[in-house]
């Protein structure tokens, strides 16, 4: 049976839901970004930019949400195995990837606002600007934010890279135990984690 909350051995129910929503949200986002830079300008495009504005402001609350849950919920153990470079590399990429999925959002958000933009979310309320009207703080959050999402896009990659590594070379169950479904790794009756 599932839990809700994380195990010694296994991510929880909350944990892997936190987590694929925001994965599932920056890989829309990447889209929706990519795309509507090259739109022509237009109601079209306009409705594209809210759509990303909107989705981007639910990541922002998705992470937070995720942050605040890390505090009461524990974190598996790794493989008994592995390499501390490998557990300090984890932990490392952990928080650069927590600290890009606040900034990019935060750098938007600020833009927008230096932009003298408003921020429908999904038409259903109006959210506050967070920085005052500036053509240079609108120029500087514009690179912060692009510089950040490609700087996420590689550290994503090589967050994918690893897991895969474990599962496929190591054979363990670092990235059975995030998946959304209940699988049983091939290693777990070989190379359980740490008690």
Known sequence: MMNWRSTAHHWGIIAKTFHWLVALGI????GIGLYMVDMPLGMAQLKVYLLHKAL?????ALVLLRLLW??????????????????????????????????LPISGWVYNSASGFPLPWFGLLQLPAIAPVSKSLAHVALSVHEIAFWVLAVVVLLHVMAALDHH?????????????????????????DTP
Request: glycine letters at 4%; hydrophobic letters at 45%; proline letters at 6%.
């Open 27 to 30: 890989l829309a986002l990447a």
């Open 70 to 103: 890390r505090l009461f919920d524990r974190h598996p153990h790794y493989p008994a195995d592995m390499p501390r470079w490998q557990v300090g590399a984890a932990h490392a990429s952990h928080a650069l990837l927590y600290l890009l999925l606040l900034l």
């Open 168 to 192: 496929f070379r190591h054979r363990d169950t670092v990235l059975a135990r995030m998946l959304p479904w209940r699988y049983r790794s091939r290693a777990s009756n070989t190379r359980g």
């Open 56 to 60: 981007g402001v639910t990541v922002l």
